[in-house]
């Protein structure tokens, strides 16, 4: 395999940079990759993660697996990108500090561009096409939670939806959302893709060895589905609930201490109170937070009490389906 120079050979694994462009005092802007090649021929498998600089959980999961897979172990490639945005992380944003704009909302990007437009441009042109399937982890920040996988539903390929939804149930989270209402991130490439949304906030204090773990073991779960690896699935459930996650519940323009009056897993009706904002010094009630829709808040939130102007809160859904996921993929793959 060889990307943008960078060959690994059978049985290697091999580290390097992906050059974008340059930012306006010419420093470069890299893409940083590792490539595990495997003792025989298989499919490619495309892990990214940090398009949002500040969501590092798949961050840190990659580079465990870089440390603990034998590539030997492995058929066909591996290709690991721990941090796409590199801008973005380092400066523990969610978009990129050389031009304040967020990378999966700029489409495929441009080849002469805005830094995150060339970064997006390499990205979904030059790196991501040499794969035949995409997982791209997301989790929350240091003040959101979320835990589910989402694959997309309703791309026009069939074959490619079906096999995007084995991905997310091989995944092995008990949450999966096949609809969301964020129509401007989505990058549809033509192969199976999955998004896992995994862990973040003051939740990885007390859990962030397990989001890590889960994390890993969703990836290498993927990759014994591919035929990539032996072994038997790790899954957090024999089953997973689908879902359509329809509508966003976003704070208006007061900022200040919220009180979340809904939790996740529990229902609200539309115009219902999902919580309430308090001035800081006061006290005084400022305004609540009315649902837009009716639906089950989903296991995705922010947690953090201090909260700003339009900024997004959490995510309501209806149930799709319950899969028993190892029938569906053994009747799926039989």
């Known amino acids: 395999m060889e990307i943008a120079g960078i060959t690994a050979r059978r049985g290697e694994t091999v580290f390097g940079y992906v050059n974008v462009g340059y930012t306006m005092g010419r420093l470069p802007i890299d893409i940083p990759i590792n490539i595990l090649q495997g003792h025989e021929d298989g499919p490619t498998l495309m892990v990214t993660a940090a398009v949002h600089g500040n969501e590092v959980i798949g961050s840190i999961s990659i580079n465990k697996l870089v440390r603990e897979l034998d590539p030997n172990d492995i058929r066909g490639t591996l290709v690991l990108v721990p941090v796409v945005n590199t801008s973005a992380f380092e400066f523990d944003r969610r978009d990129t500090e050389w031009d304040s704009t967020i990378l999966n909302r700029v489409g495929k990007g441009k080849k002469e561009g805005t830094p995150t437009e060339m970064l997006a441009y390499r990205l979904y042109h030059d790196i991501l096409p040499l794969g035949d399937f995409w997982i791209d982890i997301h989790s929350g920040d240091a003040g959101s939670y979320?835990?589910?996988?989402?694959?997309?539903?309703?791309?026009?390929?069939?074959?490619?939806?079906?096999?995007?939804?084995?991905?997310?149930?091989?995944?092995?989270?008990?949450?999966?959302?096949?609809?969301?209402?964020?129509?401007?991130?989505?990058?549809?490439?033509?192969?199976?893709?999955?998004?896992?949304?995994?862990?973040?906030?003051?939740?990885?204090?007390?859990?962030?060895?397990?989001?890590?773990?889960?994390?890993?073991?969703?990836?290498?779960?993927?990759?014994?589905?591919?035929?990539?690896?032996?072994?038997?699935l790790v899954l957090e459930s024999p089953t997973a609930t689908i879902w359509d996650g329809h509508s966003e519940i976003v704070n208006g323009h007061h900022g200040g201490i919220m009180e979340i009056i809904k939790k996740r897993g529990?229902?609200?009706?539309?115009?219902?109170?999902?919580?309430?904002?308090?001035?800081?010094?006061?006290?005084?009630?400022?305004?609540?937070?009315?649902?837009?829709?009716?639906?089950?808040?989903?296991?995705?939130?922010?947690?953090?009490?201090?909260?700003?102007?339009?900024?997004?809160?959490?995510l309501l859904g209806d149930k799709m389906e319950d899969v028993n996921i190892c029938e569906e993929l053994n009747r799926d793959n039989a």
């Open 266 to 314: 529990e229902t609200i009706e539309k115009g219902e109170v999902f919580g309430k904002i308090y001035h800081p010094y006061s006290g005084e009630l400022l305004a609540t937070i009315d649902a837009p829709a009716s639906g089950t808040m989903l296991n995705s939130g922010v947690l953090w009490p201090i909260v700003y102007p339009n900024q997004w809160l959490s």
């Open 146 to 232: 979320v835990y589910y996988t989402i694959y997309d539903c309703d791309v026009p390929d069939a074959d490619q939806a079906q096999t995007s939804r084995e991905m997310a149930l091989a995944f092995g989270l008990e949450q999966i959302t096949a609809k969301t209402p964020w129509k401007d991130a989505k990058i549809d490439l033509g192969i199976p893709t999955i998004v896992p949304e995994i862990g973040g906030g003051s939740d990885f204090l007390q859990n962030g060895e397990q989001q890590i773990e889960t994390c890993c073991n969703g990836i290498t779960n993927v990759m014994k589905y591919l035929g990539m690896m032996e072994g038997d």
